[in-house]
């Protein structure tokens, strides 16, 4: 394990740029393994004062309007890339030659062409790359992932999963590249894409999807002649002299999927859920009991099982503490009550990528890796493809064999719940009754 010190850049200070900030500044403060330092180096984005910032704020040392000037710069070793979709290869492309490590902003890019070039850079490169599938370092999420390998809700019949927020509700809100791409990469594209994770870490994989539909509710909105940022423009211009242009993708969009292990799910997002800032639920049903989770409550499962007592069953509320994934060492709080916010999976996240950077293997207490490029190509070919579902009525559509990832790298991470599979579990029980025979 390597630990000369490393020196991290973010590009894009948005809201997500600055949370993947803070997540490099907290990085050292979880999970004792004697990783290497880091070093906060620089902060970009093409408006400078958002750069200089959030370099002020989290303490890098440069802020550049240029992402160029990062790759370009030999002392720095590890990039997040925070900004629109559409960026995302050419940056992540001229990185990789440039020997950086990187991690990158879900979804992967903002077409399968790019998404695959990405997937295949990655495969030839001799680096660490990631994409920024954090749900599945929520505590409570592995640990749901955790229940259903283990059995404990006994065999899976019905996972139902929504995210609804609001950020596109306002018909005032500015034209941005959210609102721009083929219906999959709205709503979908965005807020689908995580819950399509989550779904897969949880049930494992999806292997057809049926039923989608799609509908754009706002057809056209304004072009701000400012800079936009966060859903919002810093100038729009005299109301009168504005234009529009119209909305190309989905502001909501639905499905059902079938899982290889034979569950069905329900998938529902939307990007115009009035009231609803950033609404993800989920609810996960066996033959034995219920498990869910909603990250308003974040720091909580509720769960009801056959272990309950006769007449007192009923969804209880299980806080996270220390017998779930990461909490133990991932808070400097760890029992139950203390509660999680979504800021720690980033944190969660960036420890996990600078653990595959330093070389920490799993028998060294590696956390999980993080979803590869290949794995980000997989979950966009799954979006198309719930596309492809609701421009043919609804129709379904087989991606139980993808051939476009036949020459990629093996198997996608997602299939490996975050927790412990069942085969761990009895690997554990066996080890355990081999040390009490010595």
């Known amino acids: 394990m390597s630990i000369t010190p490393l020196s991290v850049a973010v590009i894009g200070a948005g809201m997500a740029g600055t949370t993947h900030a803070n997540a490099w500044r907290q990085v050292g403060t979880v999970f004792d393994l004697g990783l290497p330092q880091v070093r906060l180096h620089t902060i970009a984005d093409a408006y400078l004062p958002f750069a200089e910032d959030a370099a002020q704020r989290y303490g890098y040392e440069h802020a550049v309007d240029d992402w160029r000037t990062v790759a370009e710069d030999p002392d720095i070793d590890i990039v997040s890339i925070v900004v629109g979709n559409a960026l995302h290869r050419e940056i992540a492309e001229t990185l990789i030659k440039a020997g950086k490590h990187v991690l990158c902003e879900k979804p992967l890019a903002d077409t399968l062409e790019s998404a695959r070039a990405m997937a295949q850079a990655e495969k030839e490169a001799g680096i660490v790359t990631g994409v920024g599938f954090t749900y599945r370092r929520n505590a409570a999420v592995a640990e749901l992932a955790k229940l259903v390998a283990e059995g404990h809700l006994g065999e899976i019949n019905h996972f139902d999963g929504r995210y609804w927020c609001d950020y596109g509700v306002d018909p005032a809100t500015p034209m941005a590249w959210r609102y721009q791409g083929p219906m999959g990469s709205g709503a979908l594209g965005d807020v689908g894409s995580h819950l399509i994770d989550t779904a897969e870490v949880i049930c494992g994989p999806i292997v057809s999807v049926s039923g989608a539909a799609m509908m754009t509710s706002i057809k056209e909105r304004p072009v701000a ?37 034979g569950a069905v799910g329900t998938f529902s997002c939307s990007r115009v859920a009035w009231g609803l800032p950033n609404s993800l639920m989920v609810d996960v049903l066996g033959t034995k009991g219920r498990a869910s989770w909603d990250l308003a409550r974040c720091g909580e499962i509720k769960i009801d099982d056959v272990n309950s007592p006769a007449g007192l069953g009923g969804a209880r509320r299980v806080l996270v503490g220390p017998d779930f994934p990461y909490f133990a060492r991932g808070s400097s709080m760890a029992f139950g009550g203390v509660g999680l916010t979504q800021i720690e999976q980033f944190t969660y996240q960036a420890h996990a990528f600078l653990q595959q950077v330093a070389g920490v ?10 979803a590869s490029f290949t794995d980000g190509y997989r979950e966009m070919l799954l979006a198309d493809a719930v596309a492809r579902s609701a421009a043919a009525g609804g129709a379904a559509v087989d991606v139980s064999d993808l051939p476009e990832l036949a020459s990629l790298q093996g198997p996608f991470t997602a299939s490996r719940p975050i927790g412990p599979t069942r085969s ?5 029980k066996d080890a355990q009754g081999d040390l009490s025979c010595h």
């Open 361 to 370: 293997t799993p028998e060294q207490g590696a956390l999980p890796p993080c």
């Open 225 to 261: 002649t400012g800079h936009v940022t966060r859903g919002t423009a810093l100038d729009t211009g005299d109301s009168a002299s504005v234009t529009y242009e119209p909305v190309e993708n989905d502001d909501v969009a639905t499905f059902t999927a079938h899982f290889a292990s």
């Open 424 to 428: 761990d579990m009895q690997q554990r």
